[in-house]
């Protein structure tokens, strides 16, 4: 069972563009987190979808917004990026097995604002 | 609003030697889990637990949970290198948004 890929893996932007990453979760997988993780705040929660809505949202701004496709397949867009926006960023895919919600991370993508 | 603590938050060993890493969480949580992250990497599941005295053991590590006191151990037994890596706690946090909630991570360093 293929587990969850992002792409892409690096990226390297400059302050003011904008970013899209994507996630593609474990097969049957119909929830999708993102989870942003930095050195000094660690790992926080951006917003999670299931069935192409967004189910819950973490404390970041509105220029962090994601969507997700019938596929399960989901993006994170990060516009007007800041120099505070570099960081691992990282989605999970789970069942939402009830009373379970075991959640499994995606190799992350490492976004470099300069 | 739910918060989670672990400490350590920097642990140094040699191996044979046996430690506890520690999980706090302010709020009722029904589900805690255990991540393992290498270096570059991303985090790999270790232990999902669910209800109160749950234990469950994988190798040298074995994790444990008491909602009552609102604390989840890490148990390492006699270690090894190859157990070096930041482990991270996250409890459910079931009010307002449904979301994990991490602890800052405890870096282990298993030296021979």
């Known amino acids: 069972k293929a587990g969850v890929t992002q792409t892409p893996r690096y990226l390297i932007k400059t302050r003011g563009q904008q970013v899209t990453l994507s996630c593609s979760p474990i097969?049957?997988?119909?929830?999708v987190s993102w989870y942003q993780q930095t050195p000094g705040q660690g790992l926080q929660f951006l917003f999670e979808?299931?069935?192409?809505?967004?189910?819950n949202k973490g404390n970041f701004p509105g220029r962090f917004s994601g969507r997700q496709f019938s596929n399960s397949r989901s993006e994170m867009n990060v516009s007007t990026l800041e120099l505070g926006d570099s960081a691992l960023y990282l989605c999970?895919?789970?069942?939402?097995?009830?009373?379970?919600?075991?959640?499994?991370f995606g190799p992350g993508t490492r976004l470099t604002v300069l | 609003e739910l918060k989670v603590e672990q400490n350590p938050l920097f642990l140094s060993m040699q191996e044979g030697k046996n430690y506890t890493i520690y999980c706090n969480y302010s709020?009722?949580?029904?589900?805690l889990y255990w991540y393992r992250q290498d270096p570059g990497k991303s985090l790999e599941s270790l232990f999902v637990?669910?209800?109160?005295?749950a234990v469950k053991q994988e190798g040298r590590l074995m994790a444990s949970l008491d909602t009552k006191a609102r604390l989840s151990t890490l148990h390492i037994t006699a270690a090894v290198h190859d157990l070096s890596a930041t482990y991270f706690c996250?409890?459910?946090?079931?009010?307002?948004?449904?979301?994990?909630?991490f602890g800052q991570g405890t870096r282990l360093t298993i030296n021979p």
């Open positions: 637990l669910l209800s109160n005295g």
């Open positions: 996250a409890a459910y946090s079931s009010q307002g948004a449904q979301k994990l909630v």
């Open positions: 709020t009722t949580s029904d589900r």
């Open positions: 979808y299931f069935s192409e809505t967004q189910r």
């Open positions: 097969s049957g997988h119909r929830s």
């Open positions: 999970a895919s789970s069942a939402r097995d009830r009373g379970i919600n075991e959640q499994f």
